[in-house]
């Protein structure tokens, strides 16, 4: 018999509240779990069941024993050497040693799927420190509740207990606010034997925190779903539906995230990308494939000691090489044309057979947009621009841009995969201008009718 301590915190203040480990404390004895399938199973007992990304070798004890629990309860799991950026995640699970060999990579794409709900534990006998090193200033700048030891000045140390063994950290964006609702399971003493339990765990309380606050929520990016008929998305500057009917869903890439700093070094913008494809199938005549990209690229200004900065341009670009590839054909973009400061974008844009196409539909409730858009279906190539007119500091705005290349086999290059780049830029500003702008966001995939591959990203 054991002793495990789990603390949890998940407040919906929008002021940072400071706690230290020492507080909300509950003990209680929690004997082994891995021949105990019943115990794992309650666990997720009116839960959705997750898809669990973990993050390490099959050779480290916690590792291999998270897959042998996850596989007694049948839940869907991947284990990769490095974090998946083309996978549909639940939850992410990575190896503490992983954390602290290579944190600058880490660390970014860590805050990226934080930053986009996605609840992420660490686990490992430096699973706490481990964590709270490398996101440090993302908590401290971004979340309502923090933990760690008591320090000078009501402070608080990023410093756990050497015994923590797996600590799960959510954080869930809030309507009007730039930080997040945020929950911690942290345990301590537990042995790598009995790491299913934590994960699940985790995964039980992360759903019991979303249904406490529920509509509070302004997006919870596990639960959108592109290949589903109709989704919604809400974000604190954005209203977007998007209706799509008669393609296939294959897969997507993302999130990218990249940063500009203002002249302290404090963060002053920072770009999100994600792109979802999709194909339609035509026999006769034919045959032919269409290929969608849905594109959504995300911007948010922040507050610094340099002055609030917001977004100010964006923009996103797709080279399907058509000059190179002829059989992969521009087929059609949305929106199209120029627009000055709007409200609300709308457009249906369809492929070749009837009935297949794709609305979306986006109202601004922060300023307005404006667009220009320009093609050239020779290349295979379209861009948008976006302006963004009076926008407000600490609202993320959402463009969603769409276009269609169709595979014509009776041309060179005109089978499966669709070859293509994608690429995403955006410009802040403050006060004295529009001049900081993050590193661009590329990728270049293969798009098949049953996956998609990346070929090369940048950010």
Known sequence: MMFMRRVIYALVSVVVAIAAISLMQLHMPHESTTSNGNALYALLNGVTKPTVCIVGSLGNPYVASIVKGLGTVNVPFTVKSELPGNASCSIV?????????????????????????????????NAGNALLTLVKNFIDERATVVIGEPGPNKTVLPKLPTDVTAIMLA?????????FVT?????????????????????????????DIGNRLYAIIPTLSFDAPKVELQSSATSITVFIQGFTYVGYVGWYSSSTYDWFGKLAGEQWAMVKFYYAYQQYPGPYWWFLNLIQHEVEGFLTPSGSFTPCYAGEGVNAY????????FWGAAPTGSSSGQQTISYTLGAGPSGVYVQVSETITQGTIGWGYSGNPTLGQDKWTWNFNNPVVGYTYTVIPSDIFMLDPSRPGGYSPLYETINFTSTFGNYLGCFNSPSPITVTVDVFTNQVTVISSST
């Open 171 to 179: 954080m869930m964006p809030l309507r009007n606010s730039s930080r």
């Open 183 to 211: 929950g911690w399971d942290v345990f301590e003493g537990l042995p790598a034997v009995d790491s299913t339990y934590a994960v699940l765990k985790g995964w039980r309380d992360y759903n019991e925190m979303l249904m």
């Open 322 to 329: 058509s000059n190179i590839y002829p059989g992969q054909v």
């Open 93 to 125: 699970v990575i190896e503490d040693d992983l954390l602290s060999l290579n944190s600058s990579y880490y660390k970014y794409e860590v805050i990226n799927y934080l930053g986009r709900g996605v609840p992420v534990e660490v686990v490992g006998p």
